[in-house]
C-alpha cells in the first residue's frame, strides 16, 4: 500500500491511496504488474505529464496499460476529459478512461485496490483535516528512500503518510468518459 500526497507520484502492486482528494484528481494506469498512481494537484502541464508518463512507462512491461482511471470531488469537466486523453495518449493507450465522482462534499480519501492486474475496485470516505483525525502525526512518517514514488513537481515532502483509516470507506462505481 503507498499513500501519494498531492504532486506525488507513486508504484504499488497492490492498492494506492490518495489522502484528501478535493478539487484535484486522484489518477491510476493498471500495469500487468500493478498499480500506478498521481495525485495531480492544479491543472496538467507538460512537466507534470511527462513525469507522470515516464514514471508509467518505466514500470511497465510488454502488455501495455491495461485501464486509466481518475477521481475528482464532481463530475469531469472537458478539461478533465482533455488532461486525461493526453495523458492516455501519450501512454499509448487506446482503451476506456474512467471516472469516479467521490461522495463526500469536500476532502475525500479514496482507494484503487488491484484486481489481476486488469482493473480496480474504488471506495472513498470523507477526509477529516485536523491533527485530531486523518491528518495525525501518528499517521504520518519519514519520506522512504526508492524508486517506488516521486515528486511530479516542487521538492518533496519530509513526511508523507503511512496509514489512512479504513473504517467508513464505501465502493464508488466509475463511469467511462
Not at 489518477?27 to 498512481?37: D, E, K, Q
Not at 511497465?60 to 486525461?84: C, I, K, Q, V
Not at 486488469?118 to 528512500?145: Q, S
Amino acid at each position: 500500500m503507498i499513500y501519494l500526497l498531492e504532486r506525488e507520484i507513486g508504484y504499488d502492486a497492490a492498492q494506492v491511496g490518495f489522502p484528501s482528494v478535493a478539487a484535484c484528481r486522484a489518477i491510476v494506469a493498471v500495469t500487468p504488474t500493478g498499480l500506478c498512481g498521481y495525485h495531480l494537484n492544479g491543472k496538467l502541464n507538460d512537466g507534470k505529464k511527462t513525469a507522470f508518463v515516464n514514471f508509467v512507462l518505466a514500470r511497465m512491461p510488454a502488455g501495455g496499460l491495461r485501464n486509466l482511471y481518475a477521481a475528482s470531488e464532481s463530475a469531469p469537466s472537458n478539461f478533465d476529459r482533455t488532461e486525461l486523453s493526453s495523458i492516455a495518449s501519450d501512454l499509448g493507450y487506446t482503451g476506456t478512461i474512467y471516472w469516479a465522482t467521490l461522495p463526500a462534499a469536500g476532502s475525500n480519501y479514496v482507494e484503487f485496490l488491484n484486481v489481476n492486474n486488469a482493473t480496480c475496485g474504488i471506495t472513498a470516505r470523507a477526509w477529516v483535516h485536523g491533527a485530531a483525525n486523518d491528518e495525525a502525526p501518528a499517521n504520518k512518517g519519514p519520506l522512504p528512500a526508492g524508486g517506488n514514488r516521486i515528486f511530479a513537481n516542487g521538492p518533496p515532502t519530509a513526511q508523507v503518510y503511512t496509514n489512512v483509516a479504513t473504517a467508513g470507506l464505501k465502493s464508488v462505481y466509475p463511469t467511462a468518459l
